[in-house]
């Protein structure tokens, strides 16, 4: 079984500045690891994938995240945010041998002020 | 757009009823998943089928059910309606299990 800890629910930041949410994750196996961002009233949107490979991933809207093995974490990173940005954004992990579904944390709310 | 189409939007309905949520995947994907978003639980993983098959289960009540069409299109029937079931369904699906997972808008459930 996996878990997955978003250090913080709720992340402020003013127009331009970057940001980093965390995300640490726990499991006894091989994980993918995911970051997706939902907008009020919508789906779920994949930011980025870690499936494996380079550690630093690179996402859409300009976000990037990295990978650390030994501290089991996964933070997403953007080096100057937008009004736009304003969302909830979810850290996943799920198995590498696919016999699962995504596992989330509980997700940050990043509110971006201008 | 992900591609991912769920029907109906929104459904209200009474405790004790049954619904049925629908989902289409997008074209090409065999792997479909079904998630629960509440604000005590969190997004929580219910079921995953692929090509017609059940793969995996997750934290699924009994009173709920689901399965996967030869068109691959997928129903989640939730029977015996109680408060608690309030709360957003989402549908997802990938091309296989290896690949990320894209989400559907969700059907917002309310129980009367």
């Known amino acids: 079984a996996q878990s997955v800890t978003q250090l913080d629910s709720q992340v402020p930041v003013f127009e331009e500045a970057p940001v980093e949410l965390r995300c640490n994750y726990s499991?006894?196996?091989?994980?993918?690891l995911f970051w997706y961002v939902q907008y009020p009233n919508q789906g779920l949107q994949l930011l980025l994938k870690?499936?494996?490979?380079?550690?630093l991933v690179k996402g859409i809207n300009g976000f990037e995240a990295e990978f650390n093995k030994s501290q089991t974490s996964f933070h997403l990173r953007k080096p100057s945010v937008h009004i736009s940005d304003t969302a909830e954004y979810f850290c996943?992990?799920?198995?590498?041998?696919?016999?699962?579904?995504?596992?989330f944390g509980k997700g940050t709310h990043l509110i971006i002020q201008p | 757009d992900s591609g991912v189409t769920q029907t109906p939007k929104h459904l209200i309905t009474a405790t004790g009823q049954r619904v049925t949520l629908r989902c289409s995947p997008r074209?090409?994907?065999?792997?479909v998943y079904w998630y629960q978003q509440s604000l005590d639980q969190g997004l929580q993983f219910l079921i995953q089928y692929y090509n017609g098959e059940e793969r995996a289960k997750g934290n699924i009540l009994e009173r709920f059910s689901a399965q996967q069409f030869p068109d691959l299109h997928s129903e989640l029937n939730l029977s015996s309606l109680e408060l608690g079931d309030s709360a957003l369904y989402f549908c997802?699906?990938?091309?296989?299990?290896?690949?990320?997972?894209?989400f559907g808008d969700g059907t917002r459930l309310s129980i009367l």
């Open positions: 870690y499936l494996s490979g380079s550690t």
């Open positions: 499991s006894s196996v091989s994980v993918y």
């Open positions: 997802a699906s990938s091309t296989s299990t290896s690949q990320p997972q894209h």
């Open positions: 074209s090409g994907d065999l792997s």
């Open positions: 996943a992990v799920r198995s590498v041998d696919g016999a699962d579904g995504l596992t």
